[in-house]
């Protein structure tokens, strides 16, 4: 089974925190894996165990969201202008307006500045497409918070 809105694992913990620290203000208590396996259960899942997995370590992106990472080996701070699930859910394509024009080409006496710029990435946010030496052309990370 393939949940493809569910919340990022560590989302799934904060839940079940919450819902702890209700039950504790009613006057329950519990610990907090018996909050794990209840916020499993609330989600349709045998288990926490099953939950985790199903949720995964994916890259929970959405348009208009903050990101970094590096293009073409140059560091980025952007907005996502679009993000499209690809085939079977593998892949996403992505278009990221960067803060700041990157130059693309290495040479001291050419430049090649992008600001715009699109690709296809994999649930890790890393782009299928390498550099020529063997670095993703595309990664792309959460902002961490402030």
């Known amino acids: 089974m393939n949940i493809p809105n569910m919340a990022p694992v560590a989302e799934l913990k904060t839940q079940a925190k919450r819902l702890r620290e209700k039950l504790r203000s009613t006057g329950h208590t519990i610990s907090h894996s018996q909050a794990l396996e209840l916020l499993a259960q609330q989600h349709g899942m045998r288990d926490w165990n099953t939950l985790c997995a199903q949720a995964g370590n994916k890259l929970h992106l959405q ?6 990472g590096r293009y073409l080996g140059q560091r980025f701070v952007a907005t996502i202008r679009s993000l499209t699930v690809l085939g079977d859910g593998e892949q996403r394509r992505i278009t990221l307006h960067f803060d ?6 290495k040479f001291d006496s050419f430049s090649s500045f992008r600001q ?3 690709g296809t990435i994999g649930w890790d946010g890393c782009s299928v497409s390498k550099t020529s ?8 990370e959460l902002m961490p918070p402030n």
């Open 116 to 118: 715009r710029v699109s």
């Open 133 to 140: 030496d063997g670095v993703p052309q595309l990664i792309v």
């Open 63 to 68: 348009v208009g969201g903050r990101v970094q």
């Open 100 to 105: 700041d024009p990157v130059d693309v080409v």
